[in-house]
């Protein structure tokens, strides 16, 4: 039973939905979480948690979040992986407060961010466990703001936690701030409603045919969208099971998500493009023996570019553990859709389209709109409505877009107000920043606006070019390369000049070889000349905190000396240089 079928309780919020399912079911298994991939099977690294145990913890937080905050309040959420991160969240939707979640501010970028969202958000506290408490404390975005360590609050305090009324929330009440990923400046709180999360669930749960059967298994970080929506809300929601281990255990070791997959019994996971490409290069030949992926039978791929590459090479190397390409579902979405606007139908292999004004490129297809959801593909610049095949700015209405962005009217009426000039009685659309075009209904998505590298008038892809380099030299780190257009203005003439900045496991004695490998890629692969290619430490390109290449930041900090460089090849990639 999906939650699209299954009956609706008489509130219209997600607190009322999920209070109900643990009633209903209050011994059925929630979560299992795996605190250690290394060995899951040992005692304590997997902690199954039942409907019943999460609503009576998450009841209990409720209280102590209601003796501390007023409704409607902001609570900043900095748990780590664990079922605390869930039961708090669950308890700022009990008491009636806004869940904010975030990253937690380990890293300076993280740090960054998250005094970006408190300067934004304005929350009346954080919370956290007591281990990290003192330590969030000190970060300099949260000096002075309330914490709160949740695993310090007594589950059978005698507080009223399970007996005080909740009032149920209305459809157009806040659920939670989303904080986007920043990757084209400061991140903007997106405000999600009850109604438009149902919805969007609804319409996942759908077209991924999900039912009580099915088991999620999920890494993905739970203060982002597709973490927290698709790896959290919705197994909740449509009454499966799901397996969570750590983003963090990933990253270490990306074959812990197969092997979770094996061990489980997963039908159904979602990753970005990004980790395909990690399992295929991380995977020995005696890892990969032991895999046993022929229960797993939808792969959502989304969140950044699907490469077809990626696609065949993910196939390809695991076909022999059962796995086949019809599996992997293409998906596009975006926070401010609350999350999935497209996705194929299971078992449909993923579509490729050549795009005819860009010789040699091919995007792979993100499906057809959910149920509810259309999708238009205007010009950017005139707002008329794009013929079939056309690329364009992708426009999306439909029940899941969100109410706009907190606290900020004027970029919520750009956004989130779009009308075509040649139907202006339709509407309103989110304009989504993204170009893509329609193809006989099918959805493909090209790249973003920001983004795009516009050379003797015609345009490319970054992405493309990132990939020809990182895929040169193996030295090259894969999806941690920046391309982006250094403009410049000579004698009022106005020219490009073409860079890339890439992480390098190498010394400097070897950038030539590999600009020259690089440049020759480039040239192939997207008929450009490379001006310079700049080799930089490993885990310094600039990203958001879903991973995501912040294009921008990297020119800025090419063209102002903050890349932590290793060498620089100019063209003709001869002398290197510092």
Known sequence: MSIGSMPRPQAAGLDTLLRDRARRTPEALAFRFVLDSRDPDAPGNTLAVTRAALDTRARALAAALRSRARPGDRVLLLHPHGPEYVAAFLACLYAGVVAVPANPPDTPAGAARVAAIVRDARPALFATDAAHLAGHQSAPGLRGLPGLATDTIDDSVDDGAATVPIRPAAAGDIAFLQYTSGSTGDPRGV??????LLANMAAMADRFRLTPDDRLVSWLPPYHDMGLILGILLPLCSGTDAVLSSPFEFMVDPLSWLENLTRFGGTFSAAPNFAYDLCVRKATPERAAALDLSAWRLAVNGAEP??????????????PSGFSAERIAPGYGLAEATLMVSGPDPGTRARVTPLPAHAGSHVVGVGRAVAGTEVRVVDPATLRTRADGTEGEIWVRGPGVAAGYWQRPDATAATFAARPADAPDTGP?????????????????????????????????????????????????????AAFDAAFDTEGAAGSRLVAVAEYDGTPDGATAVGAAAGRAVVRACGLRLAELVLIRRRTVPKTSAGKIRRSTARDAYLHGGLDEIARVPAPFGAVRR
């Open 191 to 196: 405000v999600v409603t009850h109604a438009g």
């Open 306 to 319: 699907v490469r077809r590459a990626t696609i065949e090479r993910f196939a390809e190397r695991f076909a």
């Open 429 to 481: 659309y989110l304009r989504t920043g993204d170009l893509g075009l329609l193809r006989d209904g099918e959805l493909y998505v090209t790249g973003r606006i920001k983004d795009v590298i516009i050379v003797h008038g015609r345009n490319h892809y970054p992405q493309d070019i990132e990939e020809a380099v990182w895929s040169a030299d193996p030295r090259l780190r894969p999806g941690c390369v």
